[in-house]
């Protein structure tokens, strides 16, 4: 076989490892938090309309995925009711007001206080007769309380305790992305921001993320608090979320873009109806938008699961043949035994010449092994790459092997100085789960040989069977506990 046809055989083996790395830390997530009250069918328009109104499906060669975060929260329809056809009635009766210059909505949100005693009421109320009529059969009806209680329940449906489950839910989106390495852009509209802020602090507190990895774009927010660094878009004819400031009920930011009142949507305050319609709150949406993409970057995570590195002393190197290195078990039972010559036909060492102390791996033929690269290229640092992220056959440990064959025998008190071999467990966050080495020195003194070295790598699902099912049919990604607990060197006398 010549040069070039090793080459190719490297090139492609190279490209199908890499098509297999599942723990490749890459690309973008936009996620979309629905408002109150919204059909899962309205959200997922919703959530189709900011596609189609960024036009982004890549940036910087990197994929941009689109998550709806649903949540399905109930409130009373009926105060909203009341507001639209309010605000459509006081729109159509008051045309007239702006002639002589009153401020007609400074007093339609007193009207809806129940403040029918204001000065702004009391002066129009006085140059127009029927309107202290228009006032008090409002009033009368108790409708401006409705609204009011609407209002109210818009500010605090988060923390309610039937809203569990989709707290749930939205946890485990957030942890499907960040256990793929996602740099998120969240973009809530309406009461949907309540849900987004408490997103945004589940994203932060993972392992790998900060806030330099999410960016929240906040449309017409519902919550007096926006998340760090964030971008908000209210318009001045949203009489939903400005209400909240006019009735004094919650605190919010004022509004940034002016628009005037619509007929589509007279509340102002319909995603698509008014702000994926209007030019300049558009603008502001992409603009956003925009200033996230640029800013985010990209988590303190590793494109592997584990990495183990195998270290090796120059002597060691020379009496020894490069390492054999596998996946040996998946045993949901103690293993150490096992890591012994003496384990017999159970051992994960295997003799290949009686009596001339020469072994291979013995892998178990019942399990399915985790993919991995091993990088060999320095014969003193080899390292393992455990490349499988998705699909982790269960919670039991994964068994690798390490096994050296001696080329030079050297008596018990000939060994060259520091022969040594040294082992190093992380995990995908770069933590360094556990080290360990052997002095070969040490072992040959005791009358002993090497063999080799096993360790246990688990990650582990902590989910529950609910939980599990809800990843599964919506076809999310498991975030798994990493550990590493055990390094065994085999040795025989």
Request: charged fraction near 25%; glycine fraction near 4%; aromatic fraction near 12%.
């Amino acid at each position: 076989m010549n040069r070039l046809t090793w080459l190719l055989i490297l090139l492609v083996t190279s490209q199908s490892a890499l098509a297999n790395n599942s723990c490749e830390v890459e690309g973008y997530a936009i996620g979309f938090f629905n408002g109150v009250a919204t059909t899962r069918m309205d959200a997922e328009r919703g959530k189709d309309e900011i596609k189609s109104t960024l036009n982004i499906d890549e940036y910087k060669s990197e994929k941009v995925e689109y998550r709806l975060f649903y949540n399905d929260s109930y409130i009373d329809g009926s105060g909203f009711n009341v507001l639209a056809d309010f605000a459509e009635t006081f729109d159509q009766r008051t045309q007239e007001l702006e002639q002589k210059q009153f401020d007609r909505w400074e007093a339609f949100w007193d009207i809806v206080n129940g403040r029918q005693d204001s000065s702004i009421i009391q002066k129009i109320s006085a140059a127009f007769s029927w309107f202290g009529g228009f006032v008090a059969d409002f009033i009368s009806q108790s409708s401006n309380v409705i609204i009011r209680e609407f209002l109210e329940a818009l500010t605090l449906l988060v923390d309610a305790p039937e809203t569990e489950k989709t707290q749930m839910k939205h946890n485990l989106i957030n942890d499907s992305n960040t256990w793929k390495g996602k740099k998120l852009i969240y973009i809530a509209h309406s009461q949907g921001n309540l849900w987004v802020n408490k997103s945004y602090n589940h994203v932060v507190s993972q392992l790998g993320y900060d806030a330099n990895n999410i960016h929240v774009v906040h449309i017409a927010p519902a919550s007096p608090t926006l998340s760090p660094d964030s971008d908000y878009i209210l318009s001045t004819s949203d009489l939903v979320i400005n209400g909240l400031n006019f009735t004094g009920i919650g605190s919010v930011p004022p509004p940034n873009t002016v628009v005037a009142p619509s007929s589509s949507d007279i509340t102002g305050h319909g995603l698509v109806e008014i702000y994926l319609t209007h030019p300049d709150l558009i603008e502001k949406i992409k603009a956003s938008v925009k200033r996230a993409f640029s800013s985010l970057a990209k988590p303190d995570m590793e494109d592997y699961l584990f990495e183990v590195t195998y270290h090796y002393t120059p002597t060691f190197a020379k009496s020894h043949a490069s390492p054999e290195i596998l996946f040996v078990d998946n045993p949901n039972d103690d293993w150490k035994e096992r890591a012994s010559l003496y384990a017999d036909d159970y051992s994960y060492l295997k003799e290949t010449k009686p009596y001339q102390n020469d072994y291979k791996l013995n892998p178990k033929n019942d399990f399915e092994a985790l993919l991995f690269e091993h990088d060999n290229t320095d014969r003193l640092n080899q390292v393992i790459s455990i490349v499988q992220c998705s699909d982790i056959p269960n919670n039991d440990p994964f068994i690798l092997g390490e096994q050296s064959t001696e080329t030079i025998r050297y008596g018990w008190d000939k060994v060259p100085p520091n022969t040594k071999a040294s082992i190093t467990v992380r995990d995908r966050y770069g933590f360094k789960l556990q080290t360990d080495e052997v002095s070969i020195n040490e072992v040959r003194a005791k009358g002993w040989q090497y063999h080799g070295i096993f360790l246990d790598i688990k990650a582990v699902s902590p989910y529950k069977k609910e939980e599990k099912a809800f990843i599964k049919q919506n076809k999310l990604e498991t975030k798994y506990n990493l550990y590493s607990d055990s390094i065994i060197f085999a040795s025989s006398s």
